[in-house]
Structure formats: C-alpha cells, structure tokens
C-alpha cells in the first residue's frame, strides 16, 4: 500500500522543528523511518506533516557528562552498539542494541524513535528501563526530563505530548561490580522478541542487589525487581530458584503466535540465563 498524503519539512534548526510541532494540528517527528514509515504504508498512521529531524545538527552521539552518558536521540542502533564509551559503561545497552532487527534497520533506527514508538518487544525501551535513563523531550516550551519508568504508557503509547521531540538520554554509568545480562527468545533471526528479559547485578564488598526488566509478555516492558525473591550472590542455586518464581507471577499474555503457557517455560529458560550471565560478569 501507499501512505495516505501528507505534508513534509525538514528544518535545519531545532527552532523551526519544534515551532512546526506545534503550529501543526497532527505532525510526526520523523527519524530512521524504520517504523513510522512502515506504518504509514499500511495506513496505520496517517499524519498531515512530517517533520524530518535528520539535517538538524548536534541530535546525534554520545558524551559523558556527571556520571551518566548522554546519547543524543538520533544515534543510531548500529552506532550505539559500537561506541566505545556505551560498551565500557552501559554494556548490556550497547549489546542489546546489536541484536535489533537486521543490518539495514540498526543503521537508520534510532534510540530516539524506538522510545518514541513504544513497541513492548523492543530492546531499547526495555534497556532503558532496566538502567534508570531519564529522557529529555524538549517543544517550544522548554524542555522536561522524564523517568524512563515514566515514559511508557502502553502499546505505542508513551506520555510524549505531540509537541515534544525526545533530544536526548541519560543513562547513569554502570560502576565496577555490576554485571548483565540480556536474552531475547524470537521465531526467526532478526524478529522482534517473543519474550526478553535484562538484568543487572551488583556484587561487591558485601553489597548485593538485583534489577530485572521484563518486555514482550505485556503491553509495555517493566520493571519486574519486586518479583525476584531475596537474593543471595553467595547461592549458586538462585538464578534457578528466582527464574521459576518470577516466571509463574508473571503477568504473561496470550499472542497471535504463542499461547502465554508456552512463553511463560519460555520465559523461566531466559530468565535463568540472564540472571546467571549477570552473576558471572559481576
Ligand atoms: C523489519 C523490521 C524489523 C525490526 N525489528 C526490530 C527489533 O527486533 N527490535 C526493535 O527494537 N526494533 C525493530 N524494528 C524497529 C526499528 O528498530 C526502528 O528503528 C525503531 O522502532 C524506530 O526508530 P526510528 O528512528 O526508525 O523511528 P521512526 O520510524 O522515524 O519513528 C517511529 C515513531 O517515533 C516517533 N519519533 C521518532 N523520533 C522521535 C523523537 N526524537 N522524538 C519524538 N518522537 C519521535 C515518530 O513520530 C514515530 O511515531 C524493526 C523494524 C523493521 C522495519
């Protein structure tokens, strides 16, 4: 099919992006095209402008500044997931981003459009639930720091308002004694996640703590650490032990391809994974 028409401009300056975003009644931020563009063909999304933020300078890239990098919204899958100060600070993020789709989609998707577009099943929001980023969405008003525990309402649905553009992410650097581990279960190479699941252990001079990100069984990832029972690094035993108990509550849903049952053994196999790759790399 052929998207329905629609208008386009692509400003130079972020002044001139976001006073479009807000004059218009129903414009779209347009940044890799990777799932906007799919979904206008389909006429799933049918927006009167889209606003291109590709020739706007300084959206792209990643810095550190106070503790945390900062990715600029319109970094690249493929840049994120060979860039040197992601894969020493933030590792799971820079590998998760690695495993998105296929080669053609990391080089023109960005950070910026996967939280923007909410799809339960991808890495990135998950990722970034899962370390505590804060997401800058900047309009003509100025710009509003969001949790990314905030940020994800349901499928598709973020708490954007449409004259915000996300410009930028903070995720806080990962300290010596954190260890991760990422694991998606998917029909195909390159496919979106049936299920995946991220962790994060901290393990040193006897402080001990556990963080779990769960996407693609609901309509949002979540943040699933109330779930783990207490956990004991000392315990070879845990990762099995907290893998069952945190698959059987959680809240799995049926999907077009796999019956929740199946997900939920599917579920327990990748979680006992993630968790134990996390212990070790701690
Ligand atoms: C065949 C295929 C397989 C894929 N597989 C995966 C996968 O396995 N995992 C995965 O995570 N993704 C996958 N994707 C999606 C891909 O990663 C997209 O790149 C990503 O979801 C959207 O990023 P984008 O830059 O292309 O955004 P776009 O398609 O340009 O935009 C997506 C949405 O975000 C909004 N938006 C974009 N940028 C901003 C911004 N800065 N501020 C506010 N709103 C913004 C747009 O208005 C639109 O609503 C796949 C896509 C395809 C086509």
Redesign the pocket.
């Known amino acids: 099919m052929k998207p329905a028409r629609f208008s386009y401009a692509a400003p130079t300056s972020m002044s001139e992006a976001l006073a479009l975003l807000a004059e218009s009644e129903d414009a779209?931020?347009?940044?890799?095209?990777?799932?906007?563009?799919?979904?206008m063909n389909m006429r799933l999304?049918q927006?009167e402008l889209l606003v291109d933020?590709n020739r706007i300078d300084g959206?792209s890239g990643v810095g550190l500044d106070a503790g945390s990098l900062v990715i600029g919204?319109?970094t690249?899958?493929a840049d994120l997931a060979g860039n040197a100060l992601v894969k020493a600070h933030a590792p799971v993020l820079a590998y998760a981003a690695g495993?998105?789709?296929?080669y053609a989609?990391?080089q023109?998707?960005?950070?910026?459009?996967?939280?923007?577009?909410a799809?339960p099943?991808?890495?990135?929001?998950l990722v970034c639930m899962l370390l505590d980023a804060r997401i800058d969405?900047t309009s003509s008003e100025g710009v509003r720091t969001i949790e990314a525990a905030d940020l994800f309402e349901t499928l598709?649905t973020t708490t954007?308002e449409p004259s915000?553009?996300?410009?930028s992410i903070c995720v806080p650097l990962l300290e010596p004694g954190h260890g991760w581990g990422f694991r998606?279960f998917?029909r195909r190479a390159?496919?979106?996640?049936e299920v995946s699941a991220a962790a994060i252990v901290f393990n040193r001079e006897g402080e001990a703590a556990v963080r779990l990100a769960l996407g693609a069984i609901a309509s949002a990832p979540f943040r699933a650490d109330d779930l783990l029972p207490e956990f004991d690094p000392q315990d070879a035993g845990w990762p099995t032990r907290a893998a069952a108990i945190v698959a059987e509550a959680a809240p799995i849903e049926d999907n077009a391809r796999m019956p929740a049952d199946y997900r939920r053994e599917v579920l327990q196999a990748l979680l006992e994974d993630v968790l134990r790759d996390a212990m070790r790399r701690a």
Request: aromatic letters at 4%; hydrophobic letters at 50%.
């Open positions: 779209r931020v347009i940044a890799g095209g990777q799932s906007l563009a799919p979904m999304a927006p933020i959206l919204a319109m690249r899958h495993t998105i789709g296929h989609i990391r023109r998707g960005t950070i910026g459009g996967s939280l923007a577009h799809d099943a991808a890495q990135l929001p969405a598709f954007l915000e553009m996300i410009t998606l998917n390159g496919d979106f996640a």
